[in-house]
């Protein structure tokens, strides 16, 4: 059995789908901070049977939760502090995304002027849709 250490002050985010674990530290921008991470890939879970965990050496201010909760919401965030669980968030969707996905509509003003931040807006919780706020193209997950 694998054993990684313990953090005395950091964040770990729990029960990410098998596999995604790589897709979420490159869309969070966690190769660019200078902190200690540990991604642990396929590690057993009662819930669901395999799961990814990454665990982040430093504050909260490191992750962007709303990146995290459109990638995916059933994820679980964990603040430690002193080497202990001192909270536990829930994520949900985020009412608005912002250079997340990239709009497909070659007719999008953001493909034109490329310097325009790419806003997706939920149109409709229920089923996940998220819109262009420019030309309304929907996002298919």
Partial sequence: MLNIGGLNEGIVLDHIEAGKSMMIYNNLGLDKLDCCVAIIKNARSNKMGKKDIIKIEGGLDLVDLDVLGFIDHNI???IIKDG???EKKSLSLPKKI???IKCKN???ITSIEQELDNIFILTDEDKQVYRCMYCEEKYNR
């Fill in 76 to 78: 679980t965030v964990n």
């Fill in 84 to 86: 202990k669980i001192v």
């Fill in 98 to 100: 912002t250079n997340v």
């Fill in 106 to 108: 070659p007719r999008c």
